[in-house]
């Protein structure tokens, strides 16, 4: 063929898919589609569907309606986080009486006993073993109730109603109804919510549900919430009341957060993320009774056992640091009393100490270690007579013995209110960081996604200490 | 430090922030007025010339110098030093007052809105800026692509004959497929016709039309047409435009003895217990949206009925080929049914 001839099909071609017009591909596709659809209509037989079906609608004309809609939403999803907040108390302070009660003992003397110098011990047992018990005991128990209940709700098919009752909700800040699954599962777990996202097929929510994951407490926060608000919240009131003023107050932060969710994906569909494709469709499965074990069973490897093993790898070398900076000194100071005298100012304008954000610096790995790293560094900059000694993180028994010390550190109740907010508007921990980037395979996202919220953080804190110190 | 006023610390963060706003404001901020000044080249200016200069043209009007700095929006020096330029170039002469395009520049304008309307199709199939955007995101990007850019773009697109408004986009040759119709206002009681073109400018208007939810493609009948207002019905809805807004709308009159099917009606005008069969996705919808309807089996024929209504309103559950699957209000608007009269058992 020459040159001649091959220039007049491509000029013939154009010339013929100029005449076809623009509808010609999707009329095309359509036709193919409606042709499938008579095929399938033809061949393929239905039975028994019907009765089947009955049930479903009924179920749904339930938990759709109006009236019981959304109290049954709210009554289960609060059944499953107070299962998990309460039902975990046990098997966590099993966990902790067993690794750090006795196992940290029986370690110490060990090493002590083949004769370990006191730097290698305290490096390895004070600092990364240490962590990673913490990180085990705190974070398994919770991760292990919440995830296979969750994951139960989603196989049975009641998940998407609730996506779907609450999706003109998150229409209006421009967002997926299925972002209220993902943030309830960031309730559980921020790496997991993140992971979660996978079921919003559409570009730009999903990446508003991953950024504004963030903004859902999780298992790792509530017990720093709870502490924090029964010693210093629940102080402020008669006694007869202080249980449910301080249960109120983390209640308070929970919501305050689902309201940054709400307000962050707003902004974020207005500005930065308008150009991102958007489509919606929402498939509404029929019922099925859930897999039980199969379900407990894949909940557990494949949430449960990924999430801690993250949070171990990552809290492993935060351990390290923790003691470390407590034990290398530089002229007569330790690195940690150095940086929190130079943080200590700037912690001051938002409410906070140096304290508190060394330690949300030390603990970005995993905010279940915050509070022992507070005690251990509160204890290491006053000097008072408590503890385990430098670099050794340790948590009281006693709630009152824990106040006492954190007063002894110079708290108020606004340091505490604030505390409360910035455990709430933080960086997210590093194993999510590592599962948004992931997810995105975008550093400019993983990086906005975490620095975000510490600029809301600092920005609340400071503006609420502001308005604390002019008031009182 | 301890000691520092809260009051001054709240005045310094307030001031900060009050400047970050002025600043970075979207479109007013002075970072954008600024950013956007120092790019307003010669090169801009020209083509802007010319761009307006050809659209005078193709709606047979004429146009003078004073005229042109009405419409343009930059300072009247730039533009005669510009005009001067390009009459030396030969884009453009003058035959008296009177502005024309030479051959030289009507090439090069049609290049300028080729580029224009082929960015407005790629920003409505490609991406999710919302139809007021795309104007002015064309606007900008009409500078910027090089030819070969152009050609890779119109090839990724399929090499469209039409932008989402109706206008058609000018080939690598220049040329271009004709609007068929006339403005709604010309259209006599009764006349039954397609809307084939949508006017984006001015942006008042367009946000009028964009708000009335009107989608190019549809079959309207006018009612109603006379000095005060036009009426029509299309897809089982009344529509009342005012005739400066009525006038931004074209449509194809259809002449043949066509049957238009009078109980056509968008999917969001569905109530619970009627049934109704799929006529086809409005034009309305593109890109992912569209393909994801067609894959979840919206297509010509199927059977459609509420599933669940929703507690908040929107979005409905619908029940399609045994499927139960929630739309939100918008995109039920763009899929099209005709009510069946038997109703849900």
């Not at chain 1, 309201?259 to 958007?278: C, P």
């Not at chain 1, 507070?374 to 009152?400: C, H, P, R, W, Y």
């Not at chain 2, 109980?263 to 569209?290: H, Y």
Request: charge should be neutral; include cysteine.
């Amino acid at each position: 063929m020459n040159q001649k001839n091959i220039d007049y099909i491509i000029e013939l071609s154009n010339e013929l898919r100029w005449q076809i017009g623009d509808d010609f591909h999707d009329n095309l596709t359509e036709s193919i589609y409606a042709d499938a659809a008579n095929i399938v209509k033809d061949t393929v037989q239905v039975d028994n569907s019907k009765k089947r079906f009955r049930l479903d609608s009924k179920i749904d004309k339930i938990v759709t309606s109006k009236t019981f809609g959304f109290p049954i939403m709210f009554l289960i999803l609060g059944l499953v986080l107070w299962l998990t907040i309460v039902g975990a108390n046990y098997p966590s302070s099993l966990l902790a009486s067993l690794l750090l009660d006795n196992m940290h003992p029986i370690l110490k003397s060990g090493a002590a006993s083949i004769g370990t110098p006191w730097w290698l011990d305290g490096f390895l047992i004070d600092g990364v073993y240490l962590a990673v018990a913490w990180v085990i005991a705190v974070m398994l128990p919770p991760m292990a109730i919440f995830f296979p209940m969750f994951t139960l709700l989603e196989d049975f098919g009641y998940l998407p109603r609730v996506a779907f009752n609450l999706d003109s909700l998150f229409k209006k800040s421009g967002a997926h109804g299925k972002q209220a699954l993902t943030m309830s599962m960031g309730f559980g777990c921020n790496a997991a919510g993140v992971v979660a996202t996978r079921i919003i097929d559409s570009p730009r929510e999903r990446l508003i549900a991953i950024i504004t994951n963030n903004f859902s407490l999780c298992n790792g926060r509530w017990p720093t919430q709870i502490l924090i608000a029964t010693i210093f919240i629940g102080a402020v009131v008669p006694g007869s009341y202080s249980s449910i003023v301080s249960l109120l107050a983390v209640i308070g932060v929970a919501v305050l957060g689902m309201g940054f969710m709400f307000g962050v994906s707003w902004a974020l569909s207005k500005t930065l993320l308008k150009g991102e494709v958007s489509t919606f469709n929402l498939e509404l499965p029929p019922y099925r009774p859930p897999r039980f074990w199969k379900t407990i069973y894949t909940s557990l490897i494949d949430r449960t056992a990924i999430v801690l093993w993250r949070a171990i790898v990552f809290a492993a070398p935060a351990g390290a640091v923790i003691w470390l900076i407590s034990n290398i000194y530089v002229g007569n100071e330790s690195i940690a009393e150095w940086t929190i005298n130079s943080l200590d100012s700037f912690g001051f304008l938002l409410g906070l100490n140096g304290v508190i954000l060394l330690a949300y610096i030390v603990a970005i790995p995993a905010n279940e270690i915050v509070i022992p790293t507070i005690l251990m560094l509160t204890v290491l900059v006053t000097g008072i007579d408590s503890g385990a000694g430098a670099g050794v993180m340790f948590e009281l028994d006693s709630m009152n013995a824990t106040g006492d010390i954190l007063r002894a550190g110079g708290w108020t109740l606004l340091t505490a209110i604030n505390l409360m907010l910035f455990s709430l508007l933080h960086n997210p921990c590093s194993t999510t960081i590592y599962t948004i980037y992931k997810e995105t395979k975008s550093t400019k996202w993983t990086v906005f996604a975490s620095i975000m919220p510490v600029i809301l953080g600092f920005i609340v804190t400071f503006l609420v200490a502001q308005v604390w110190r002019i008031i009182f | 430090m301890n000691n520092y006023n809260p009051i001054s610390a709240l005045l310094i963060f307030f001031v900060f922030v009050v400047l970050l706003f002025i600043f970075f404001r979207p479109v007013k901020g002075w970072f954008w007025i600024l950013r956007k000044h120092f790019k307003n080249n010669e090169k801009t200016i020209i083509e802007d010339v010319l761009k307006q200069l050809y659209h005078f043209e193709y709606s047979s009007n004429k146009v003078d110098m004073k005229t042109l700095v009405q419409v343009l929006d930059y300072k009247n020096a730039s533009i005669v030093e510009a005009i001067n330029k390009m009459t030396i170039n030969n884009l453009i002469y003058f035959e008296s007052d009177i502005l024309k395009l030479s051959e030289a520049g009507r090439d090069y304008a049609l290049r300028i809105v080729r580029v224009h309307r082929l960015w407005e199709r790629y920003l409505a199939e490609k991406t999710g800026f919302s139809k007021t955007e795309w104007h002015d995101r064309a606007e900008m990007m009409e500078h910027k692509l090089s030819h070969d850019e152009t050609n890779t773009l119109a090839a990724r697109l399929g090499n469209p004959k039409f932008d989402p408004h109706g206008d058609p986009i000018p080939t690598k040759t220049g040329k271009m497929a004709d609007v068929i119709g006339v403005e709604l206002p010309l259209l006599p009681i009764n006349t039954i016709g397609r809307i084939t073109h949508i006017e984006d400018e001015p942006e008042i208007i367009y946000k009028q039309i964009l708000a009335e939810n009107i989608h190019i493609g549809s079959l309207l009948r006018v009612v109603e047409n006379n000095s005060t207002r036009i009426v029509f019905q299309s897809e089982g809805e009344e529509f009342k435009l005012a005739p400066i807004v009525a006038a931004n709308l074209t449509v194809a009159a259809i002449e043949k003895e066509v049957v238009i099917e009078d109980n056509i009606a968008r999917l969001s005008s569905l109530n619970e217990n009627e049934m109704a069969r799929i006529i086809g996705i409005s034009k309305e919808s593109r890109g992912e949206s569209r393909r994801r309807l067609l894959d979840l089996g919206f297509v010509k024929g199927a059977k459609i009925s509420i599933d669940m209504m929703n507690p908040l309103g929107e979005p409905h559950a619908y029940l399609i080929k045994g499927t139960s699957i929630a739309l939100r209000k918008d995109q039920a608007a763009k899929i099209l049914i005709k009510k069946s009269y038997e109703y849900k058992s």
